[in-house]
């Protein structure tokens, strides 16, 4: 198993997170020394911080040049894609035809959301005020999302087999790639909650509420902290 990686990644301490996170211990037995990093140089590249305008398509075009150094390393049976970077797709499907390719995907590049905000013109994390109050920037902005999508749809069609691992998101890929998705949720230790049932059950006197998720823009916690609050104000504590 090859993994590229970003230069100075840690396979001993990767996979010991690996083992405290999902319970899966690859450190030993018949998977040891059967995994090697890779370190690929030109990953720093596809950093956003480097495109302030235009960043998803120059990051997707990045990603194409990450994928040939890839390849110049080490020419793959099976590449596995759980970044989501479709666009190297075509350029490992022409350099090491007939590998079999899977798109592992966690979050969409671009979603029918995102189409749709743009078109309404709503301002949104990534579609400030500056862009809403313009029909003609909004229209330029809304054309650029829409051949995205079609590229991003068209780069998907390499894929082998398509697995995602969220309802929501095989309802998004599904929606833009037209193409069977497979859904596997991500491996989690569960064996955690067995210690902390008697506490959840015996301590525990008052009703919670547990908020799980990323802390992304998109996912806008602000707006579920005034909902709370709005609810506390109606109904009471």
Same mark, same amino acid.
């Given at each position: ?9 840690? =396979? #001993? ?6 083992? $405290? ?12 020394? #059967? ?7 030109? =990953? ?11 960043? =998803? ?10 994928? /040939? ?10 590449? /596995? $894609? ?30 029918? $959301? ?14 400030? &005020? +500056? /862009? ?8 330029? #902005? ?8 079609? =590229? ?15 309802? @929501? ?6 929606? /833009? ?10 491996? +989690?230790?569960?064996?955690? @909650?067995? +210690? ?25 916690? &602000? ?9 506390? $104000?109606?109904?009471?504590?």
């Amino acid at each position: 198993i090859v993994i590229y990686t970003v230069p100075g990644c840690n =396979m #001993k301490e990767t996979l010991g997170r690996v083992r $405290d996170s999902f319970h899966i211990d690859l450190t030993k037995g018949v998977n040891q020394n #059967k995994i090697r990093f890779i370190p690929v140089y030109t =990953m720093k590249y596809i950093e956003s911080y480097w495109y302030p305008f235009a960043t =998803m398509i120059c990051q997707s075009l990045v990603s194409m040049l990450i994928a /040939i150094e890839c390849m110049i390393y080490c020419i793959p049976n099976y590449y /596995i $894609d759980t970044v989501g970077a479709p666009f190297t797709y075509p350029i490992v499907y022409i350099l090491s035809f007939p590998c079999h390719i899977t798109a592992y995907v966690h979050y969409p590049v671009i979603s029918s $959301d995102m189409l749709k905000s743009v078109a309404e013109r709503r301002p949104i994390y990534n579609n400030n &005020e +500056c /862009i809403t109050s313009s029909t003609y920037i909004s229209s330029i #902005k809304f054309s650029y999302y829409l051949c995205f999508a079609k =590229m991003y749809q068209f780069m998907g069609r390499f894929a082998t087999e398509v697995v995602v691992n969220s309802k @929501w998101t095989q309802y998004h890929i599904e929606e /833009i790639w037209q193409t069977p998705v497979l859904k596997i949720y991500p491996p +989690c230790k569960t064996n955690i @909650w067995r +210690c902390c049932t008697f506490w959840i059950k015996k301590v525990l006197k008052r009703r919670y509420i547990l908020s799980i998720g990323q802390f992304r823009q998109e996912k806008n916690h &602000e707006l579920q902290l005034r909902s709370w609050r709005l609810f506390k $104000d109606i109904f009471g504590s």
